[in-house]
């Protein structure tokens, strides 16, 4: 079983939908989770973050993560074209020197006009 | 403005010619770290620098080398290409704090 499991998609809504993306994970030794936006020929920036359980707000973004089902999401409100990007989700192992990613394969979203 | 800067961003090489890609931070982090991005795989981590003259394997170390002689590079050899190693790599950085990691904008290899 892969450590980050997240459906490739793709995903095509109509602006100003909301959002869903999911990843489910295997290993409960992990803290941090993560997501991260990836435009076409760009690298990685990180999104949000959050630390252990339950919800966290950014302005129309919403990370939730729920340990006892090992579910991480992601919530998009009133989506605008200018989100269409590759969506990852990942987690950081617990302790160790090695602050390791381990990330989704990613979720390809499209927002149209 | 902080900055994870990589060279080249394309490259076509031919098997077994050495090549090196660059990467540099002005973050004044210690930690760095290279991943391969390949379709149907994700993001897979190659190396990792946890400090000037400290780098550890990461998943998929096969193929390539690191060095870390100065906090702010850490440069990627691949002593012999072969085509297995045409990706898309990413050299990142992160700080002591975490906030999660600054990704340099990638260098698309092609090895023919």
């Known amino acids: 079983q892969k450590e980050v499991e997240q459906d490739p998609g793709p995903l095509s809504v109509p602006e100003g939908a909301i959002v869903s993306l999911n990843c489910t994970y295997s290993?409960?030794?992990?803290?941090?989770f993560m997501w991260y936006r990836q435009y076409s020929r760009k690298g990685p920036e990180l999104l949000m973050y959050?630390?252990?359980?339950g919800n966290k707000e950014d302005g129309r973004f919403t990370a939730q993560v729920d340990k006892s089902s090992k579910y991480i999401s992601l919530f998009i409100r009133d989506s605008q074209p200018s989100d269409s990007a590759t969506y990852l989700c990942?987690?950081?192992?617990?302790?160790?020197?090695?602050?390791?990613?381990?990330f989704g394969k990613g979720t390809l979203l499209t927002v149209n006009p | 403005e902080a900055q994870v800067t990589q060279n080249p961003r394309y490259l076509i090489t031919v098997t077994g010619k050495k090549l090196t890609v660059t990467c540099s931070q002005n973050?004044?982090?210690?930690?760095m770290s290279w991943y391969r991005q390949d379709p149907g795989l994700g993001l897979r981590q190659i190396y990792y620098?946890?400090?000037?003259?400290?780098?550890d394997k990461g998943d998929v170390p096969e193929g390539y080398k690191v060095s870390r002689k100065e906090k702010r590079n850490f440069p990627l050899i691949l002593e012999s290409p072969s085509p297995n190693q045409t990706s898309l790599y990413f050299c990142?950085?992160?700080?002591?704090?975490?906030?999660?990691?600054?990704f340099g904008s990638g260098t698309r290899l092609t090895v023919v």
């Open positions: 990142a950085t992160r700080g002591q704090i975490f906030y999660g990691y600054t």
């Open positions: 290993n409960s030794a992990f803290q941090y």
């Open positions: 959050t630390y252990s359980s």
């Open positions: 990942a987690k950081r192992h617990s302790g160790g020197s090695n602050y390791k990613l381990t």
């Open positions: 973050m004044n982090h210690e930690y």
């Open positions: 620098s946890m400090n000037v003259e400290v780098t």
